[in-house]
């Protein structure tokens, strides 16, 4: 679990049409998410529907703090106005490396930026792909691991079965909610989460609020 958006956005959330489906059906067969599930009866996740922002605001995030990446975030908005690529292939460097942000992540922008302009990245065409084929094109592009192409899929696809196995903040909640916090490996978080499917992306969800009550949001 990384960085997350509390204040300023630049497009609409919207609520996926399954999350009540799929909160019965975790909360059916699995307890432990079901205690989670209720303690959280009106969080749901909220997607903006834009690959573009939601990669954007990932890698603002990339190894740096929530409250940090806050704040980063807050002025890269300001510098911007629109995420969009235009406006940030627009913004002249200097402007962008004092928002707080690294060269490296300002030409990581850059580049995702000419890869939306110019098509070589489509997300119009994504919605008849599946997810791993979605993931292979977008770790194409420079700056984009799987993590942030998963986080793609959770927040700006609004995929029901992503299970982002890389991410710190799913990797620690498992072993507290399910291991009384032995560190637990991947694969053994591969297995568990067999029971969670198709809604992954749910149960990982919930996960990361037992950690932190206040939703991600990318």
Request: charged fraction near 25%.
């Amino acid at each position: 679990m990384r960085a997350r958006v509390r204040k300023r956005t630049s497009s609409v959330f919207r609520i996926p049409e399954f999350w009540s489906r799929a909160r019965r059906s975790l909360s059916q067969r699995d307890p432990v998410l079901a205690g989670i599930i209720r303690a959280h009866p009106a969080a749901a996740l909220r997607g903006r529907g834009d690959p573009f922002q939601t990669l954007a605001r990932s890698i603002v995030g990339q190894q740096i703090s929530v409250k940090a990446a806050d704040s980063v975030w807050r002025r890269f908005l300001d510098a911007v106005v629109k995420v969009r690529p235009a406006a940030v292939l627009g913004t002249e460097v200097p402007t962008l490396r004092n928002c707080g942000l690294s060269q490296r992540k300002v030409e990581y922008l850059m580049e995702i930026a000419r890869q939306f302009a110019n098509g070589a990245v489509n997300p119009g065409e994504w919605d008849t792909l599946d997810d791993e084929t979605v993931i292979e094109q977008l770790v194409r592009v420079r700056g984009v691991g799987r993590w942030t192409a998963e986080m793609v899929l959770i927040f700006g696809l609004l995929r029901p079965n992503v299970l982002p196995l890389d991410d710190l903040g799913l990797q620690r909640a498992v072993s507290l909610q399910y291991f009384a916090g032995r560190r637990v490996s991947m694969r053994t978080i591969e297995k568990l989460a067999r029971n969670w499917q198709p809604w992954r992306s749910v149960a990982t969800w919930y996960l990361w609020r037992s950690l932190d009550p206040v939703p991600v949001e990318y």
